[in-house]
């Protein structure tokens, strides 16, 4: 038996973890730059608040009724979900982590689920704060369907292929289904495919013909034959990417060069921390899409002669691209930096014969800026390159501080 484990309100709860009062409030957590709604609290979806809805679109409904905008918080978010996993991990043995907030679990057929459950629930919230909606299946499909129908109940959900079940599947719409999309939803519905059970009664071979082996195993899944089973290795990344967009452009050339800084400094920490190198980096830029400009798209492709996770390196590589396509005439909106073809770190790499000298390697210091800023905070310390100015950094004007994260930020307590 599969188990779907899921944080209600993810980004939300974990506000409310330090900040009690937003509890029975109405809260959205937006996007970088303060542009998008990406988090919603249950009071706020009441309000009809929609997922994704700009700032300015719903400023009317803020006001008249005191909606609480927080900007992203990610460092925050980050550090909980990893509490929340290492939770599981600490009392299962197959523990599949799905996303940020959701976890699947794998039990005996023969489980006591609405115990378990009710059992896991308070022990996640005891231990992070976070409440959860956990869902059982003999399926990965059918125990995220049961997910959604324990967040309405409050309570653990079981759904299996039987009839006993039939009236849930019935009610739910095929777009619930986990892997149907929103192309896939209107083409189902043109086959006259409205609910789960609609989906769950098709041939399989059907669904195989008319759309792909994906959709195939999902009618299977539905009738509790379990196709995907526990992923519990991750894959490794094939690509890193660091990449954002500006809260003003920037016209200035050192600026453009401290963010890209910036962003290799994160980028490199990230190959580090997940044991990989890079060979090939791509560097580029460009203009507002939403101004009346033509658009412009720099880009430089960088072909190291050999593998490197190396901060320095990184940063040395793409401020040289920046100031190969750098045009004083261009409002820059957005860059970023991406690191392709990455490379086992811990495996030899191959010398190349006759090569120069290297440059200064320095993955001695790269390890105790790594040890200081996981101990104390992400960019505690930080390569000078990367400046001091945050000025042309994300708008964030509501972000709570980092409270797991940094000591600087650690929650204070008043008593009188
Ligand atoms: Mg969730």
Same mark, same amino acid.
């Given at each position: 038996?599969?188990?779907?484990?899921?944080?209600?309100?993810?980004?939300?709860?974990?506000?409310?973890?330090?900040?009690?009062?937003?509890?029975?409030?109405?809260?959205?957590?937006?996007?970088?730059?303060?542009?998008?709604?990406?988090?919603?609290?249950?009071?706020?979806?009441?309000?009809?608040?929609?997922?994704?809805?700009?700032?300015?679109?719903?400023?009317?409904?803020?006001?008249?009724?005191?909606?609480?905008?927080?900007?992203?918080n990610f460092e925050l978010y980050g550090d909980m979900s990893h509490r929340v996993m290492n939770v599981l991990q600490q009392q299962y043995k197959n523990v599949e982590v799905y996303s940020i907030d959701e976890a699947f679990l794998m039990f005996d057929a023969n489980l006591d689920w609405a115990q378990e459950g009710e059992k896991? $629930?308070?022990?996640?919230?005891?231990?992070?704060?976070?409440?959860?909606?956990?869902?059982?299946g003999p399926t990965k499909t059918l125990a995220k369907l049961a997910s959604i129908q324990a967040k309405a109940l409050g309570v653990?959900?079981?759904?299996?292929? =039987?009839?006993?079940? $039939? $009236?849930?599947? %019935? =009610?739910?719409?095929?777009? %619930?289904?986990?892997?149907?999309g929103a192309k896939l939803t209107k083409s189902l519905k043109q086959h006259g495919i409205y609910s789960a059970y609609d989906l769950m009664t098709i041939e399989p071979s059907w669904a195989r013909r008319?759309?792909?082996?994906?959709?195939?195993?999902?009618?299977?899944?539905?009738?509790?034959?379990?196709?995907?089973?526990?992923?519990?290795? !991750?894959?490794?990344?094939?690509?890193?990417?660091?990449?954002?967009?500006?809260?003003?452009?920037?016209?200035?050339?050192?600026?453009? %060069?401290?963010?890209?800084?910036?962003?290799?400094f994160r980028l490199s920490a990230k190959l580090r921390e997940v044991s990989q190198?890079?060979?090939?980096?791509?560097?580029?830029? !460009?203009?507002?899409?939403?101004?009346?400009?033509?658009?412009?798209?720099?880009?430089?492709t960088i072909v190291l002669t050999e593998p490197t996770n190396s901060t320095s390196t990184i940063i040395g590589h793409a401020q040289e691209a920046i100031k190969y396509f750098f045009d004083p005439k261009v409002a820059y909106h957005k860059i970023g930096i991406m690191a392709v073809d990455l490379r086992d770190a811990t495996q030899p790499s191959t010398r190349v014969l006759f090569d120069k000298p290297k440059?200064?390697?320095?993955?001695?210091?790269?390890?105790?800026?790594?040890?200081?800023?996981k101990r104390f905070g992400l960019g505690t310390v930080r390569p000078l390159s990367c400046g001091e100015s945050i000025e042309w950094m994300n708008k964030r004007d509501n972000k709570t501080p980092a409270y797991t994260t940094n000591w600087k930020n650690l929650v204070q307590v008043k008593a009188k």
């Amino acid at each position: 038996m599969f188990a779907l484990i899921d944080c209600n309100n993810f980004f939300v709860s974990c506000e409310r973890v330090f900040r009690p009062d937003l509890e029975h409030k109405p809260v959205v957590v937006l996007s970088s730059n303060d542009g998008c709604v990406i988090a919603r609290s249950n009071e706020a979806k009441l309000l009809g608040i929609p997922m994704s809805a700009p700032l300015f679109e719903i400023r009317h409904l803020v006001k008249a009724y005191g909606v609480e905008t927080l900007s992203c918080n990610f460092e925050l978010y980050g550090d909980m979900s990893h509490r929340v996993m290492n939770v599981l991990q600490q009392q299962y043995k197959n523990v599949e982590v799905y996303s940020i907030d959701e976890a699947f679990l794998m039990f005996d057929a023969n489980l006591d689920w609405a115990q378990e459950g009710e059992k896991l $629930h308070r022990h996640i919230l005891q231990c992070t704060g976070i409440p959860t909606s956990i869902g059982f299946g003999p399926t990965k499909t059918l125990a995220k369907l049961a997910s959604i129908q324990a967040k309405a109940l409050g309570v653990p959900y079981y759904i299996d292929g =039987t009839s006993s079940y $039939h $009236h849930t599947l %019935k =009610t739910t719409s095929v777009s %619930k289904i986990w892997g149907i999309g929103a192309k896939l939803t209107k083409s189902l519905k043109q086959h006259g495919i409205y609910s789960a059970y609609d989906l769950m009664t098709i041939e399989p071979s059907w669904a195989r013909r008319n759309y792909n082996i994906i959709v195939e195993r999902i009618v299977q899944e539905l009738n509790g034959f379990s196709c995907m089973p526990l992923t519990l290795i !991750q894959e490794p990344k094939k690509s890193i990417q660091i990449t954002r967009s500006f809260f003003k452009p920037i016209r200035d050339e050192e600026i453009l %060069k401290q963010a890209i800084a910036r962003y290799g400094f994160r980028l490199s920490a990230k190959l580090r921390e997940v044991s990989q190198k890079t060979t090939t980096l791509f560097v580029y830029a !460009q203009n507002s899409p939403f101004r009346n400009e033509t658009s412009v798209f720099h880009q430089r492709t960088i072909v190291l002669t050999e593998p490197t996770n190396s901060t320095s390196t990184i940063i040395g590589h793409a401020q040289e691209a920046i100031k190969y396509f750098f045009d004083p005439k261009v409002a820059y909106h957005k860059i970023g930096i991406m690191a392709v073809d990455l490379r086992d770190a811990t495996q030899p790499s191959t010398r190349v014969l006759f090569d120069k000298p290297k440059a200064l390697a320095r993955p001695d210091i790269d390890k105790v800026m790594d040890t200081l800023n996981k101990r104390f905070g992400l960019g505690t310390v930080r390569p000078l390159s990367c400046g001091e100015s945050i000025e042309w950094m994300n708008k964030r004007d509501n972000k709570t501080p980092a409270y797991t994260t940094n000591w600087k930020n650690l929650v204070q307590v008043k008593a009188k």
